[in-house]
């Protein structure tokens, strides 16, 4: 099954992930640093291009995996400070991934290259930090939700 077993379980987790970081990204870039108006339209089409570019980010590059393992050669293995250092490094891969490539769809026919880095940085603050707030607060319980709908639980799973 396609949500079942350690693939589900992963897929579950990237998916609730990444909604909830486009809606939050989505809110913020428009409310802060944009000073635009928040339309349905907008909004919704706004959520899926950052839906399905953080997706496709989420499955190509192991973020999580790679923030675990700097975690661990901290020395941090369980608790909090692991999970903050592992979410660090999502959001630094997810924020950057889905702000570059959600400027370069939407502004590099209007204001070319220019325009999409110069949107990128202007934006770029303020994605990285609502994309750890939105990992650090999601992840665990997009973790405990795919624990339930795949049958899957990575701390069940005996060390190697």
């Known amino acids: 099954m396609v949500f079942k077993g350690p693939a589900g379980f992963q897929r579950i987790v990237f998916i ?25 339209v907008g909004m919704v089409q ?8 953080g997706y496709t ?13 700097l975690a661990a050669k901290m020395g941090l293995t369980n608790g909090i400070g692991a999970h903050l250092v592992s ?24 204001a070319g290259m220019a325009g999409v880095m110069g949107f990128f940085m202007m934006g770029y603050p303020v994605v ?10 999601i992840v665990p319980l997009a973790m405990k939700i795919a624990v339930a709908l795949s049958g899957f639980d990575p701390a069940q799973v005996p060390e190697q």
Do not use: E
Not at 128 to 137: E, G, N, S, T
């Open 87 to 110: 979410s660090a490094v999502l959001a630094f891969f997810m924020a950057t991934i889905i702000l570059f490539f959600c400027a370069l769809i939407n502004v590099l026919t209007t």
């Open 16 to 40: 609730i992930m990444n909604i909830v970081m486009g809606i939050a990204i989505t809110l913020i870039l428009n409310i802060v640093v944009l000073h635009a108006p928040i339309t349905l």
């Open 57 to 69: 980010a989420s499955d190509l590059v192991p973020a999580m995996d790679w923030g675990r393992a």
């Open 128 to 137: 990285l930090a609502v994309a750890f707030v939105a990992i650090v607060l």
């Open 46 to 53: 706004s959520v899926a291009l950052s839906f399905f570019v």
